[in-house]
């Protein structure tokens, strides 16, 4: 193997490594959205300066944030590792966090949960099959209560003071950029990271827990803005709605109300793939509004999930109304002049949106020294392998198709959505659904993934029969499905 391609197989790994992890941790976060969102509203609602203060039901706030969220998150870690009985061990140990400091433990609760339920699926598996019959409850129960209570002892005494100190540091990192007006900086590597299917992790893994303690402190944050501004990319989709060639212009428009109102921000990320330039114009719109953002005190009460206008405009706190769109506004319009320049000047032929975007992926998986070479018989081969090398079901074996991506209700729900109609339409029997790749259940026949994300999948799926496509919206492998199931 020549020295280029074992560069590009270590960046691949990186690749697939950084998602897998960005994936765990806002995994832990993003079933409980609603947890949060319900926190934030009565933070808004009744809180002193909220909407309608009531100091009775402002006592619901406190210990949502300090008890609840940090127990649901260690929780929902424990079970990611150990199914329930690793979620009750992980809220036992992240108690012991919680009452060993005194900030919302958000990133301890982060760090017991899973730590707990490892510990406990370890002790699983040592003793399994020497307990005797009959006392199988009994060593399960107070194995889970002897362990559990140690290791909450642990966490009150060492983790919770640890955590507390860093999150300290991260925290005041935060508000040393928000003082020095370096803020809008960070899209420089939100906005990229965002494109490479990093969004989840970088808004729920990292900028919520330290964005919920800032909110609880001044009920409000600009960090919940930073990765969800659905500005930058409502520009790009209307520059190539006004200014887009073929494909990508026809679809454009559909794409803008699901981005924009839908708060489905995947689906304008085939958009750059296809024009890698245009990233720029999303770094743009991102730094010109959270540039906005800080200047006019923006800030919102909670993480909205999905990143839609009707999101923003729930979660805004009184009087905050006007800075929020001022920031949105701002960030597309900017985003919109650089994508328009960008698609006028460009001397790039313009490419089918689906061959655009594999292209991209291409580039991203051969490094860019050999991006210049790769053909379009490389492509061809590389899809054959992909083929040789997955499960191909037989036309009666096939019961049950998965869309699978990154968090399971974006645009996989998008594409599933589009493959039902396509299936009903030819009367096939077959079921389509979605959910996280962590979630891919083991029945599923055929698993559709977006490529970046096949890897993953068959990881947890290895016996189905995996698709890789690039854009959920429009997909030649979808009619080459049905057309093989009919």
């Known amino acids: 193997?020549?020295?280029?391609?074992?560069?590009?197989?270590?960046?691949?790994?990186?690749?697939?490594?950084?998602?897998?992890?960005?994936?765990?941790?806002?995994?832990?976060?993003?079933p409980n959205m609603g947890a949060f969102i319900a926190w934030g509203l009565?933070?808004?609602?009744?809180i002193e300066k909220g909407w309608f203060p009531n100091a009775d039901l402002a006592l619901l706030v406190d210990p949502m944030i300090k008890y609840l969220l940090p127990l649901l998150i260690g929780y929902t870690g424990g079970t990611m590792v150990h199914g329930q009985r690793g979620g009750v061990i992980g809220a036992i140990m992240t108690i012991g966090v919680i009452v060993g400091s005194d900030i919302p433990m958000f990133l301890g609760a982060m760090i017991a949960g899973p730590l707990a339920a490892w510990i406990i699926k370890k002790f699983d598996k040592a003793v399994e099959g020497k307990i005797k019959a009959?006392?199988?409850?009994?060593?399960?129960?107070?194995?889970?209560?002897?362990?559990?209570g140690i290791l909450a002892i642990i966490a009150l005494l060492g983790i919770g003071p640890a955590v507390e100190g860093i999150s300290t540091v991260l925290s005041a990192g935060v508000q040393g950029l928000m003082n020095l007006?370096?803020?809008?900086?960070?899209?420089?590597?939100?906005?990229?990271?965002?494109?490479?299917?990093?969004?989840?992790?970088?808004?729920?893994?990292?900028l919520t827990p330290i964005a919920t303690d800032q909110a609880r402190e001044l009920g409000q944050?600009?960090?919940?803005?930073?990765?969800?501004?659905?500005?930058?990319g409502l520009g790009i989709l209307l520059a190539y709605c006004f200014f887009g060639r073929g494909t990508a212009r026809s679809s454009a428009p559909g794409a803008v109300i699901i981005h924009f109102f839908g708060g489905i921000h995947e689906i304008y990320f085939p958009y750059i793939l296809m024009k890698p330039i245009l990233i720029l114009a999303a770094i743009a719109g991102g730094v010109a509004g959270t540039a906005t953002f800080m200047l006019t005190g923006a800030g919102l009460v909670?993480?909205?999930?999905?990143?839609?206008?009707?999101?923003?405009?729930?979660?805004?706190?009184?009087?905050?109304?006007?800075?929020?769109?001022?920031?949105?506004?701002v960030a597309a319009i900017v985003s919109f002049l650089v994508a328009a320049l960008l698609l006028k000047t460009g001397k790039q032929k313009e490419e089918d949106l689906e061959s655009a975007a594999n292209r991209m992926k291409d580039m991203k998986s051969q490094g860019n020294t050999a991006n210049a070479a790769v053909t379009a018989d490389n492509r061809e081969a590389d899809r054959a392998a992909d083929l040789a090398s997955s499960t191909v079901k037989a036309k009666t074996d096939v019961k049950r198709i998965v869309f699978s991506c990154d968090a399971g209700m974006g645009s996989s729900a998008m594409g599933a959505s589009i493959l039902r109609k396509k299936m009903k339409a030819e009367g096939i029997d077959v079921a389509v659904t979605n959910t996280a790749i962590s979630d891919i259940p083991q029945d599923a026949d055929v698993v559709i993934t977006q490529k970046t994300l096949?890897?993953?999948?068959?990881?947890?799926?290895?016996?189905?029969?995996?698709?890789s496509i690039d854009n959920f919206l429009k997909s030649p492998e979808y009619d080459a499905l049905v057309e093989r199931l009919k």
């Open 221 to 232: 944050s600009v960090l919940y803005m930073l990765e969800s501004n659905p500005g930058p």
């Open 42 to 46: 009565i933070t808004a609602l009744f």
């Open 1 to 30: 193997m020549s020295n280029l391609d074992q560069t590009s197989n270590s960046k691949g790994s990186l690749r697939v490594g950084v998602q897998r992890f960005g994936r765990f941790l806002s995994g832990m976060v993003m």
């Open 302 to 329: 909670s993480a909205p999930s999905p990143g839609s206008i009707i999101a923003y405009s729930l979660l805004t706190p009184k009087g905050g109304y006007l800075p929020m769109l001022a920031g949105v506004a």
């Open 134 to 148: 009959g006392f199988e409850m009994l060593v399960n129960n107070f194995s889970a209560g002897i362990i559990g």
């Open 454 to 467: 096949t890897d993953r999948a068959r990881s947890v799926a290895p016996n189905a029969e995996h698709i």
């Open 181 to 206: 007006g370096l803020l809008p900086l960070v899209n420089l590597i939100i906005e990229p990271g965002k494109v490479l299917f990093l969004n989840n992790a970088i808004n729920h893994g990292i």
